[in-house]
């Protein structure tokens, strides 16, 4: 049976719980997530303090045990606060229409939480490593990823006249562009003698500004053009 934890050996393993989530919170704080540096911080030590509590419990356990099938189970209450974490992730993701952001937020305080039962297991070559993947993550691969193509959808939504531009026309000035349109709906209002276009459209992220006034600029000069609505979309 392993001894005892000591006094001096739990407080290593806070310290290095409390260092990885300042660590990994300091990254998130100075890009303004929701969970910044306290938030990463408390949840990265409170995950290792379960797995200290768990230990500890195990230890009483097995030392009081008179033996039989029963096996107590030190990663029953890691399991828990795995379980647990993703409430608190998902109070970080916001969705505002087709905009979704805090994604990447919630999978580091899921990350860090892990990070934190490793510390607390006395794992320190495991969480380390863990810290380092982590930093590496959020701070090199932004920048790795401007340098990928990556495609950017979003929809363009048109009110005009009912013999203003046709459909076959709208979708050459757009491809003329550099701009693919994916799918396009169309419905007309008799009454009001109007029409909407409706393109799903897929462009690179990387002109995806630029593109997007100069579509709107171009579009504005057609005649019997109302309204024009350019939107993110998924």
Not at 90 to 114: C, K, P, Q, S, Y
Not at 125 to 153: H, M, N, R, S, Y
Request: glycine residues 10%; aromatic residues 6%; positive net charge.
């Amino acid at each position: 049976m392993n001894p005892p934890l000591t006094t001096s050996e739990i407080a290593f393993r806070l310290l290095a719980a409390t260092i990885a989530g300042a660590l990994v919170g300091m990254e998130r704080e100075t890009h303004g997530r929701p969970a910044g540096l306290r938030t990463t911080m408390l949840t990265c030590v409170a995950s290792a303090i379960a797995m200290i509590i768990s230990e500890f419990l195990f230890l009483e356990s097995v030392a009081t045990s008179s033996g039989g099938s029963w096996r107590p189970d030190p990663a029953r209450l890691g399991a828990g606060i795995l379980t647990g974490i993703g409430f608190l992730g998902a109070g970080t993701i916001v969705r505002n229409d087709n905009f979704i952001r805090g994604v990447t937020t919630a999978a580091t305080l899921w990350f860090v939480t892990v990070l934190g039962l490793a510390f607390g297991s006395g794992l320190f070559g495991i969480g380390a490593a863990g810290v380092g993947i982590a930093l590496l993550t959020l701070v090199a691969l932004p920048k790795l990823e401007k340098l990928i193509p990556t495609d950017w959808f979003a929809t363009i939504t048109i009110i005009a006249e009912l013999d203003a531009i046709s459909e076959e026309q709208l979708k050459q000035r757009l491809k003329a562009l550099g701009i693919k349109v994916s799918r396009m709906e169309l419905s007309y209002d008799l009454v009001a003698r109007q029409k909407t276009l409706t393109c799903e459209v897929k462009l690179d992220r990387h002109v995806a500004f630029k593109l997007s006034a100069q579509t709107m600029a171009e579009l504005r000069q057609i005649p019997g053009i109302l309204q024009i609505k350019w939107g993110k979309s998924w």
